[in-house]
C-alpha cells in the first residue's frame, strides 16, 4: 500500500480448531499491511527455544499479578488445571499502534470483549470451520485431547459460536488460502477506507 497508514488493531478469534494460528501467520508473512502479532504475557515456563519478548513476555505469578492490579492488560485469563496465567499488556498494544503498525491479537472471545471496551475501533474477525460437526472432526484429526478434552473444547465452541454476531467479520475457513485472501481483503478494504491507495507495483 503506498501512503502511510495509522496505527490500526485487529483482532482474529474464534473456537480452539478453527486454525486461527496457521490462518494468522500467514497473513503475518504475505498480506503486504504493516501487520504485527501482538506479544503475549504468560507465567508459564519457557519452552526450549522461547525468547522472552518474542515468543511471551515470561512472567513469575506476583509480577503478573501485580501488573493485572495496576490495570496494564487489556485482558487476561487463568487456564484453569495448570494455574498459568496469560494476558495482553496494554503498553504493547498502544506502542504498536503509535509506531504505525497494525497489531494482530490472536485471543478468544471473551478477550476479544474485554479489549473492544478500550478499543471501539479495533477491527474484529471470528474465524470457524463453519459447524460443530466440521470443529469436532479437526480436533480428533489433531490427535492431541483426549476424548474429554474434545468434550470441554466443543462445550466452549458453542458458547463462542453463539458470539460471532458481535464481530465485524465472519470467515469460514474452509481452506487456509481461502481464509487468508479473505482476511487479506478485509484488511485491505479498511487500509482503503483509512485513506491509503494501492500503488501500481505494489502486492495490494
Not at 68 to 88: A, S
Not at 156 to 176: C, F, G, I, P, W
Request: hydrophobic fraction near 40%.
Amino acid at each position: 500500500m503506498s501512503g502511510s497508514l495509522p496505527g490500526q488493531l485487529v483482532i482474529i478469534s474464534g473456537p480452539s480448531g478453527a486454525g486461527k494460528s496457521t490462518v494468522v501467520g500467514r497473513l503475518l508473512a504475505e498480506s503486504g499491511l504493516p501487520l504485527v502479532l501482538s506479544v503475549s504475557a504468560t507465567t508459564r515456563q519457557p519452552r526450549p527455544g522461547e525468547v522472552d519478548g518474542k515468543d511471551y513476555h515470561f512472567l513469575t505469578k506476583a509480577q503478573f499479578l501485580e501488573r493485572r492490579d495496576n490495570d496494564e492488560f487489556l485482558e487476561w485469563k487463568e487456564v484453569f488445571g495448570r494455574g498459568d496465567y496469560y494476558g495482553t499488556l496494554r503498553s504493547t498494544v498502544t506502542a504498536g499502534i503509535q509506531a504505525g503498525k497494525w497489531v494482530v491479537l490472536e485471543i478468544d472471545v471473551e478477550g476479544t470483549m474485554a479489549v473492544v471496551e478500550s478499543f471501539a475501533n479495533a477491527i474484529t474477525i471470528f474465524l470457524h470451520p463453519g459447524s460443530m460437526a466440521e470443529l469436532e472432526r479437526r480436533l480428533r484429526r489433531r490427535g492431541t485431547d483426549s476424548d474429554a478434552a474434545i468434550a470441554r473444547r466443543l462445550e466452549v465452541a458453542r458458547h463462542e459460536l453463539s458470539m460471532k454476531d458481535r464481530y465485524a467479520y465472519d470467515v469460514q475457513n474452509d481452506t487456509v488460502d481461502q481464509a487468508v485472501a479473505e482476511i487479506t481483503a478485509i484488511l485491505k478494504n479498511q487500509a482503503i477506507a483509512l485513506g491509503a491507495e494501492p500503488s501500481p507495483d505494489s502486492a495490494c
